[in-house]
């Protein structure tokens, strides 16, 4: 099955500083690759996700790049800003679509003032 | 409006009994997910049901059981309940089985058991 490793798992970042989380998946057949916000006490919620057919997607503050070769997939925050705070989660998806999400272990991203 | 919803949100037992938590997702969608997500906040599928049948069972032991009356609602019914099976259930749906859609999770059932 597919393994995701995510990394750092704990992450201190300056207001205003760029924060990036890191994450490798094993199996090529992984052709989808969402990322999810967790606050705590809260559920894990959407923020950007990509597909195997591109290389990068922007949504305003929040990038993601994908490197299919090396398969590893990244997440880029700018301008961080204390409601940032929050645990992130990298997931990948196989093709087939039979299996749920597997997901990396998580970023807990604390945004210092 | 809510779009994934699970009751209880706390549960709290003893070991040994049974306990069931409910899902209903209003999306409309085909394919609904259990997630264990436990102390150390990993994620990890459970089960995926695409128009009421079960796809796959990671490795989860037989003492629970998803039980789907109808493509709304996927239950997870916990037998003979152990102190491991601490943890928060998160229930999701996503429109098809198709790898590229997104899973809306419901708000989390934190289970205790004594």
């Known amino acids: 099955g597919e393994n995701v490793e995510q990394h750092p798992s704990t992450l201190s970042v300056q207001e205003g500083d760029s924060a990036v989380i890191k994450c490798t998946y094993s199996?090529?057949?992984?052709?989808?690759f969402p990322w999810y916000k967790q606050e705590l006490g809260k559920r894990p919620q959407l923020i950007i996700d990509?597909?195997?057919?591109?290389g990068e997607k922007k949504d305003q503050r929040i990038a993601v790049t994908l490197n299919k070769t090396a398969k590893h997939f990244s997440l880029h925050i700018t301008e961080t800003q204390p409601e940032d705070s929050a645990v992130y989660f990298c997931?990948?998806?196989?093709?087939?679509?039979?299996?749920?999400?597997?997901f990396g272990k998580g970023t807990h991203l604390i945004i210092q003032p | 409006d809510t779009a994934v919803s699970q009751t209880p949100k706390y549960l709290v037992t003893q070991m040994g009994n049974d306990k069931s938590i409910k899902c209903e997702q209003n999306?409309?969608?085909?394919?609904m997910y259990w997630y264990k997500q436990d102390s150390k906040k990993f994620l990890k599928i459970m089960f995926s049901?695409?128009?009421?049948?079960?796809?796959i069972n990671e490795t989860v032991p037989n003492r629970f059981s998803p039980k789907s009356p109808d493509k709304a609602h996927l239950n997870l019914h916990i037998n003979s309940l152990e102190l491991g099976d601490s943890a928060v259930y998160f229930c999701?749906?996503?429109?098809?089985?198709?790898?590229?859609?997104?899973?809306?999770f419901g708000p989390g059932t934190r289970l205790t058991v004594l």
């Open positions: 990509i597909r195997s057919n591109v």
């Open positions: 997931a990948a998806k196989l093709s087939g679509g039979a299996d749920g999400l597997t």
């Open positions: 999701a749906s996503s429109p098809q089985l198709a790898a590229y859609n997104e899973q809306f």
């Open positions: 199996d090529s057949a992984s052709n989808y």
């Open positions: 999306l409309g969608h085909d394919t």
């Open positions: 049901y695409n128009n009421k049948e079960l796809i």
